[in-house]
């Protein structure tokens, strides 16, 4: 009696923790896809004032690090290793400080700069202009981001109850953040929120794939192996969320600066690149070593008659090419970064 009362407990709990989850995970797809249609409306309203330089901190000041072709910095005269000493007659001490000044001085506003080159002072003006948009690149991720929310639901509606189906329509939903998300440089509380959503996104997205990959469909392990394991695979995207954290406040001698920028980004997507690379191999190895008749597959088409099995195949197969979608995807959004940071938040530009 005593026992069948215990089961008919744990059963109720499972049921209701089961529709808790349901609904948190609900309420967490449609908040994502109303904060990625906001983004995207402010994305393409808001444009922000740009003289082309990318400014650094240096020993000797605020140095021109990068001046963009056909920029009005250029245009101005304005070359790369200029020090630059006061904007509109008020001293500069800090790249941030150049950035908030163009800020608010607007759009097609002329605005006096004062520099230095090898010793010799000078006074130049530029006008600004809408700093330039990587609009190709951020609609292929939205495309992209579309295609992963698809195809979670795809396999949730016709296998909710598969293995890990559920981590699976998760590592979907991160991705969709991931590629959908691109802060605007408003820098507002929503941008912000925006903004550390996708770095986290970028970060826990392919850390979920590669953790389905050691997992699925079903395998067994001891507890303990299974705890090391966990901490094994997350403990490297918290330890670069922290890092990226200190950089963006500038704490524990963290610098928050434009080559701390571009470096983060590298060692991010560098990050994404070896994680579903490595989920590949684990893949490819796990297909390998199963037995006869269990994840073969023949012309696409599963030797198993076991619809769970071919289930199976079928996702395998899906992850497979995404996987290798992704990392061509990283490698080439890596070559770009460069040219079309704007400012992260706190960072010197």
Not at 49 to 57: F, H, K, Q, T
Not at 64 to 73: G, M, R
Not at 74 to 82: E, F, L, M, V
Request: aromatic share 12%; proline share 4%.
């Amino acid at each position: 009696m005593k026992q069948n009362l215990r089961v008919s407990v744990v059963s109720v709990l499972v049921a209701i923790g089961t529709r808790v989850g349901a609904v948190i995970l609900a309420i967490a797809t449609m908040a994502a896809i109303v904060f990625a249609l906001l983004n995207f409306d402010q994305r393409a309203r808001f444009e922000s004032p740009d003289d082309g330089v990318s400014w650094r901190d240096t020993d000797r000041g605020v140095e021109a690090w990068h001046v963009a072709p056909n920029s009005p910095a250029q245009k101005a005269g304005i070359r790369t290793g200029d020090q630059l000493i006061e904007i509109n007659g008020t001293a500069v001490i800090s790249s941030i400080q150049a950035t908030k000044k163009l800020w608010r001085a607007g759009l097609w506003t002329q605005v006096r700069y004062k520099l230095s080159r090898s010793g010799e002072e000078f006074e130049t003006p530029l006008v600004t202009t809408p700093a330039e948009k990587p609009a190709s690149i951020e609609n292929y991720l939205r495309f992209a981001g579309l295609l992963y929310l698809f195809i979670g639901f795809f396999i949730l509606w016709k296998r909710w109850n598969a293995p890990r189906a559920i981590h699976f329509y998760i590592f979907c939903l991160v991705s969709f953040i991931f590629c959908s998300f691109h802060y605007s440089g408003k820098l507002d509380a929503f941008d912000y929120e925006v903004y550390w959503a996708g770095i986290v996104a970028r970060l826990l997205a392919p850390t979920l794939l590669l953790h389905f990959a050691l997992v699925f469909p079903e395998r067994t392990e001891p507890a303990s192996r299974s705890v090391r394991n966990w901490l094994l695979v997350y403990s490297i995207p918290v330890v670069l969320l922290a890092v990226h954290i200190l950089v963006a406040t500038s704490n524990f001698g963290f610098w928050a600066s434009f080559g701390a920028r571009v470096t983060l980004d590298q060692m991010e997507l560098g990050y994404l690149g070896l994680c579903y690379l490595a989920t590949s191999l684990v893949f490819y190895f796990s297909y390998r070593n199963a037995p006869s008749g269990v994840l073969r597959v023949r012309s696409g088409v599963s030797t198993s008659t076991n619809p769970r099995e071919s289930m199976c195949s079928r996702m395998r197969r899906l992850i497979w090419r995404t996987s290798r979608r992704a990392v061509c995807r990283a490698c080439s959004t890596g070559s770009a970064t460069g040219r079309f940071i704007t400012a992260m938040p706190g960072t010197r530009r």
